[in-house]
């Protein structure tokens, strides 16, 4: 549930997409963009973005995991754990609303 992989824009645009392929319990696998790596109450979590085989999301739903990295080898792959308390989750989520207020803000000021 973590193989982490660079993907570059097929139009050959610098930007690249941090994509994560998370294998599911039920045996499939699907491809997620990662949106950003929050810290709440001193703790780190990922935000995905589920994306179709297209490489589209139509629906808008993000997942949120506990994500740590091995400061000890640089090689070794993130982990990511469930997040299974509903009170860490909510806090988790409102952290995220409050990143999505802020990219938007920041958007606007740009204009």
């Known amino acids: 549930m973590k193989n982490f992989d660079k993907n570059v824009q097929p139009d050959g645009a610098e930007d690249e997409e941090m994509t994560v392929e998370l294998d599911l319990d039920d045996g499939s696998h699907v491809v997620c963009a990662v949106i950003t790596i929050l810290e709440c109450q001193k703790k780190d979590y990922i935000v995905l973005l589920p994306l ?60």
């Not at 139509?58 to 299974?84: C, H, M, Q």
């Open 52 to 111: 179709d085989e297209n490489g589209e999301n139509n629906d808008g739903e993000v997942w949120f995991y506990r994500y740590s990295e091995d400061k000890d080898d640089v090689n070794a792959e993130p982990v990511l754990d469930y997040i299974e308390d509903d009170d860490e989750y909510e806090l988790v989520a409102d952290a995220f609303d409050e990143y999505l207020d802020n990219a938007e803000f920041d958007e606007f000021m740009d204009e």
